[in-house]
């Protein structure tokens, strides 16, 4: 698995790591989604229960995701 994410699929839950660093605090955005926050307020995970269901929070993550790899062709380092 990789370390972005964690997908179980009896469970149908997803959790997208999109940056280093702990979760001090969480938004939760429904009975099935919760954002884990940083220090900084800014979101470090997504767990989303009921993943499938979910393809506009799975796309919002994946596009954190990018913008941290993106960096790296800059030669930047990922958070």
Do not use: C, W
């Amino acid at each position: 698995m990789s370390q972005d994410f964690d997908y179980d699929p009896t469970t149908d839950s997803l959790y997208v790591k999109v940056r280093a660093g702990e979760s001090v605090n969480n938004r939760i955005i429904g009975d099935d989604i919760v954002i884990d926050l940083g220090i900084d307020g800014e979101p470090v995970g997504y767990d989303i229960q009921r993943a499938s269901r979910h393809p506009e929070v799975i796309a919002e993550a994946l596009g954190r995701l990018h913008q941290r790899y993106a960096g790296l062709s800059n030669g930047n380092h990922p958070n």
